[in-house]
């Protein structure tokens, strides 16, 4: 049972390191940094936004429209944060 609420916390660290990679590949390309006409970075940039968009859409229209501002990563970020808390409770209780 630890072992599995280990590899679910892992899991989590991954999606985390990916929605902040998603959110600088977007602050990049949003300033002109990269280009993504480059296959390379097409390609980058097309997994990170199928990987995040299915759970950072419902997050986004729940959260009322604050103009440029998205903070739709923070939430996810603070979802993952306390599941990852959650589950290192989980296994102390086990444990």
Do not use: K
């Not at 679910?8 to 998603?22: D, E, G, Q």
């Not at 996810?76 to 599941?83: D, E, I, K, R, S």
């Amino acid at each position: 049972m630890l072992e599995l609420l280990g590899f679910i916390s892992h899991l989590i660290t991954l999606y985390i390191y990916i929605i902040v990679a998603s959110v600088v590949m977007s602050w990049l390309i949003g300033f002109g940094m990269v280009n993504v006409r480059n296959p390379m970075v097409r390609t980058v940039y097309n997994f990170l936004q199928a990987v995040t968009e299915p759970l950072l859409g419902p997050i986004r229209r729940m959260l009322p429209d604050l103009g440029a501002i998205d903070i739709s990563p923070l939430v996810l970020l603070l979802v993952c944060q306390f599941a990852q808390v959650g589950l290192a409770n989980l296994a102390t209780a086990a444990h």
